[in-house]
Structure formats: structure tokens, C-alpha cells
């Protein structure tokens, strides 16, 4: 079993036990959203042609990575992966509003995972000159010279806001809108382009109702998603 699959099923559990959600009041309808990228414990463990275990398949897939804690937690939710490189989890967290709010589901788990349980990815990112050699992330300065991996597991559990203070939930944060877009052409594949950055947070802005000089705090992101 790929070690993000038992992560994700440890952490998602905490955060059900954070919102006060048994497993007897977690709902039928309940979504499972996880953004991840990289599967290097199947690469791994798919080496040998001569000792391949078919539970790979089901331990180490993205769409079991969801699919596992939808299965354990006997929901029948939307239950989705999502690999969009960097913003993989912010976008699964979209993604998981976009279902509460069409009615997909009532209730919603969030989050993403990553692990490096392989040196071949970073290898390749360095060979890529995407790694900072100098071995530190130095977001929009001079001397800036590459990202830094990471790794990790969050969680969050989501519900409508009129749903959650109805059932007395705790509330820790209330997302007034969310966008997603693509960069488009730019001067490389991997390079940010400005003017889509611009057009996603004005999209978000638009859809929060919110005007810019009301942003009290922004987190920008090192490689520009």
C-alpha cells in the first residue's frame, strides 16, 4: 500500500474527528477530493516485470488514493484525484465547493498528499533545473534559483455554511469563492504567465464579492500556480 494512501486515510479520519463527524454521521453523501502528483512507490514496486503484485494496482493508483477512504467510510460521493502538478490540492478544495454548491454532495473531504519515497523525481527535477541548488526557496528575489520540495498531508472537511451552523459544526474559516484557470501559452510550459494570474484572482474576487483593497492577507505560491 503506497505510504500516501495510508497518510491520507489516517489524516482525513482526524480531520472527521476534528469536525465531530462520526463515522455513523459522516452521510451517504459525502465527496472525497485529494490532489497528489507524483506515484513514485508504484514506480518502485513495478520494477521487477518477474515479482509484480497485483495489489499494486489498488494500493498505489490515484483513483484508490480517494477511492480507499470513500470505501472505508461506506460514502457515495463524488470520489476524485486530481493531478494538476503544484495546485493539485487547491484545485481538488475547488473543486470539492463547486460539488457542495451544485448539490453533488452534502458534505465534503478535502486535501492532498505528498511523499518522496524515490530519488528519481528529484533527480529528474534537478536534471530539469527546477530544484534550487543552493538548497533554499527565495520566492521574487534576485537570487532566486529553484523550488524546494516538500512532503506532507492536509485535510479539511467542507460543508455549506447555513448546514454547518444548523448542526452546531465547528467552523474555522468560511471560503467565500474560489477560481481555477489555465496559464494558456507562455514562454515556456512550466513558466507562470502573469496575465493569467491576474485573470484567476479576479475571478476568485468577483466570486467572493469581494474587492481587492479588502484583502487583508495573500500567500503567493514559489513557482507561480
Known amino acids: ?4 494512501q495510508r497518510l491520507f486515510l489516517e489524516v482525513g479520519w482526524e480531520a472527521l474527528e476534528r469536525a465531530g463527524w462520526a463515522s455513523d454521521r459522516t452521510g451517504k453523501s459525502t465527496g472525497v ?3 497528489w502528483m507524483h506515484n513514485d512507490y508504484q ?3 513495478s520494477e521487477s516485470l518477474l515479482d509484480l503484485n497485483p495489489y499494486i494496482a489498488t494500493g498505489s493508483a490515484g483513483s484508490f488514493l480517494c477511492g480507499r477512504l470513500s470505501y472505508y467510510l461506506g460514502v457515495q460521493g463524488p470520489s476524485l484525484a486530481i493531478d494538476t502538478a503544484c495546485s493539485s490540492s487547491l484545485v481538488a478544495l475547488h473543486l470539492a465547493c463547486q460539488s457542495l454548491r451544485s448539490g453533488e ?9 505528498n511523499l518522496m519515497v524515490s530519488p528519481k523525481t528529484t533527480i529528474m527535477t534537478c536534471k530539469l533545473h527546477a530544484l534550487s541548488p543552493s538548497g533554499h526557496s527565495r520566492a521574487f528575489d534576485a537570487s532566486a534559483d529553484g523550488y524546494l520540495r516538500g512532503e506532507g498531508c492536509g485535510v479539511v472537511t467542507l460543508r455549506k455554511l447555513s448546514d454547518a451552523v444548523r448542526d452546531g459544526d465547528p467552523v474555522l ?10 496559464n494558456g501559452f ?4 512550466t513558466a507562470p504567465n502573469p496575465d493569467s494570474q491576474q485573470q484567476v484572482i479576479r ?3 468577483a466570486r467572493a464579492g469581494v474587492e481587492p483593497h479588502e484583502v487583508g492577507y495573500l ?3 514559489g513557482t507561480g500556480t
Open 1 to 4: 500500500l503506497d505510504p500516501q
Open 33 to 35: 477530493f485529494v490532489g
Open 105 to 113: 454532495c452534502d458534505r465534503a473531504i478535502a486535501g492532498g498528499v
Open 43 to 45: 514506480n518502485e514496486a
Open 186 to 189: 507562455s514562454s515556456g510550459l
Open 173 to 182: 474559516a468560511v471560503i467565500e469563492g474560489s477560481a481555477i484557470t489555465h
Open 203 to 205: 475571478k476568485a474576487l
Open 219 to 221: 500567500e503567493a505560491h
